[in-house]
Each structure stands twice: as C-alpha cells, then as structure tokens.
C-alpha cells in the first residue's frame, strides 16, 4: 500500500475499531503533519460511523489541508458538524481556554481540544 492514502484509510480504520483512540489518532496525527500537498488532496473520505471520530478525523484533514496551503477536500464540506459540543476536558475550568485554544476546524466542528496537528502531549 505505501501511499498516503492507503495509510491514511488504514489508521481511520483504526480510529473506528479502537476502544481507546488517542493512539490511532496520534499516528494520524504524525501522518498529515507536514504532509505534501498533492498526498493530501488524495485522501480518501473516512468510513466511520460515530460522528465524533468521523468529524475529529475530518477536522485533522481540514487543518492539514490549510497548513498545506490547499482548499479543504470537497468530501470535507458535505460532512456536518456534531450537532452538541464536546470537550476533551470536561473541566468547567479549563473551558473557556479551549474555546480560544481549539484550531477553527476543530471549533467549527464543535470538538474543542488543546492540541492539534504537530503538537505532542
């Protein structure tokens, strides 16, 4: 397989069978940070069911995109937003810091987090 692609779709498999998804979604993570351009444009929309995860994983190829310097993938546009907001802290406290904190494809698709693409916790 070897493409971008195809280890992209095998790490979105992951994400969707994972009990625990921090780790397929950090080595998603480590694959679209610093991703080329043209491998970007080719990935494929993921096959997941859960909202959550689909929009989480849309949200990372949204971001690689811009940092790519291309316009977000058409498959990206025809996914909608979780419909209720979630947190990946559910500390009342540091809510307002993810508000500000969370990238905007992350913001706009309702999942609020402290990190993103590159960033290691």
Aim: no cysteine; hydrophobic share 45%.
């Amino acid at each position: 397989m070897g493409t971008l692609a195809a280890t992209f779709a095998q790490l979105t498999e992951a994400v969707g069978s994972a009990g625990r998804i921090s780790y397929p979604l950090a080595e998603l993570n480590d694959l679209l940070t610093g991703a080329p351009a043209e491998e970007i444009e080719r990935l494929p929309r993921p096959l997941l069911v859960d909202p959550y995860r689909l929009n989480y994983v849309t949200a990372m190829v949204e971001l690689a995109a811009h940092r790519a310097g291309i316009a977000p993938l058409l498959w990206t546009a025809e996914l909608e937003p979780l419909s209720s907001p979630v947190f990946i802290d559910n500390s009342i406290a540091l809510r307002a810091h993810l508000l500000t904190a969370s990238p905007p494809p992350f913001r706009w698709r309702n999942i609020f987090i402290d990190s993103s693409l590159g960033d290691r916790v």
